[in-house]
């Protein structure tokens, strides 16, 4: 069965970073084009970033320059590299593969000094 189990969240710091991870299993990863989706409390889940099957990415205007999405293949699974953190990325993080209506738990993130 398909599963997304996302992990490294935490608090951090203005200005910090974090990596988040997406353990993926029960369908051909390599194949699938992958996506980060936040969610903060009362408001709409939006995406965040994505990945494509051949590595290729696109952000969202609130995170460019600031978060890298990429991909191990061998381990299936997809990273978020969020640097220079900001309180308003405060949020649920989720991953999902496009065309697949499947999600992870999520992982929080909290920016806050």
């Known amino acids: 069965q398909v599963q997304l189990v996302e992990s490294g969240g935490g608090l951090v710091q203005p200005g910090g970073s974090l990596r988040l991870s997406c353990a993926a299993s029960?369908?051909?990863?390599?194949?699938?084009?992958m996506n980060w989706y936040r969610q903060a409390p009362g408001k709409e889940r939006d995406l965040v970033a994505t990945?494509?099957?051949?590595?290729?990415?696109n952000y969202a205007d609130s995170v460019k320059g600031r978060f890298t999405i990429s991909r191990d293949n061998a381990k299936n699974t997809v990273y978020l590299q969020m640097n220079s953190l900001k309180p308003e990325d405060t949020a649920v993080y989720y991953c999902?593969?496009?065309?697949?209506?499947?999600w992870g738990q999520g992982t929080q993130v909290t920016v806050s000094s």
């Open positions: 029960g369908f051909i990863f390599r194949r699938y084009a």
């Open positions: 990945i494509s099957a051949g590595g290729s990415t």
């Open positions: 999902n593969a496009r065309s697949l209506d499947y």
